[in-house]
């Protein structure tokens, strides 16, 4: 079994941090850091689908830990980070990908859904950042990767508190850059358009649903916005930030990467 010892693949001896590991991207993303030689830890509030995907991990030859965690809790990230850092002694990698979708219109939007939103999709990740960053100062290098959206560089009507968390991890990841960059550590996000993951599919049905369509429907009509005239497999988006964890990227940093098939172009 591979270990964070193990100095195979492009990860080998690499210890990767990935929140929301449990489905969608996130789980797309432990797999393909496991796939190329990283020790994977696994961070979500599903216990069993997170645990599902440690399976998977371990499948692929990685040694790799599901840690139930609530990024709304200081403390449970605190603890989580700290597992990592007792079992492996180090974090080169940290994937922020625990989020969720809420909308609707401007004048309807709750002040507890807002809350709760912003805990998860912001505050989640600056909690994140903030605990894994003196763990990487020490080591002298590290890859951070936080997970925005194109919602988070461009907006929709019955948006508004989706769009601003995902622009608010866009302003986080560039401070934190500046921040970072002398400490050798790199942090950039990614911006991924619609993807075919669970949560997409069922935001496609209550869209789908305001607008007299099914939620195929809605689908087909996203990726006709694209130029690719397709949406994402979540593996895709999974490439794009192995990449930017990569050597390959260590001179770009405070970016926020586009992988939206050309939905931006339209």
């Not at 969720?100 to 401007?106: A, D, F, Q, R, S």
């Not at 080591?139 to 560089?153: H, V």
Request: proline content about 3%; glycine content about 10%.
């Amino acid at each position: 079994m591979a270990d964070a010892n193990d100095q195979s693949g492009r990860f080998g001896g690499q210890v990767a941090v990935v929140t929301g590991a449990a489905t969608g991207i996130g789980r797309a993303t432990a797999m393909r850091f496991a796939s190329e030689g990283a020790a994977v830890a696994c961070l979500d509030i599903e216990e069993a689908e997170n645990e599902s995907a440690a399976d998977l991990c371990r499948a692929n030859g990685a040694d790799a830990v599901a840690l139930a965690c609530d990024v709304r809790s200081r403390d449970e990230q605190q603890s989580a980070i700290s597992a990592v850092v007792e079992r492996w002694g180090r974090i080169d990698v940290l994937v922020t990908s625990a989020g969720m979708y809420v909308g609707g219109p401007l004048r309807e939007i709750p002040l507890d859904r807002w809350e709760n939103l912003v805990a998860v999709n912001l505050t989640g990740v600056l909690t994140s950042n903030s605990l894994v960053a003196p763990i990487m100062t020490t080591q002298g290098r590290g890859s951070i990767i936080n997970i925005s959206s194109m919602a988070g560089k461009t907006s929709w009507p019955n948006s508004a508190e989706y769009s601003a968390t995902k622009s608010g991890v866009i302003g986080l990841t560039r401070s934190a850059a500046m921040e970072l960059g002398p400490h050798g550590i790199t942090v950039n996000a990614v911006c991924p358009g619609n993807t075919l993951t669970d949560m997409v599919s069922k935001v496609a049905v209550e869209i789908g649903a305001t607008l007299d369509m099914t939620g195929e429907e809605w689908l087909a009509m996203r990726a006709e916005d694209t130029a690719l005239k397709r949406l994402a497999q979540p593996e895709e988006i999974a490439g794009v930030i192995a990449f930017l964890a990569s050597d390959d990227a260590r001179y770009l940093t405070g970016q926020a990467i586009e992988v939206d098939g050309g939905l931006i172009l339209s």
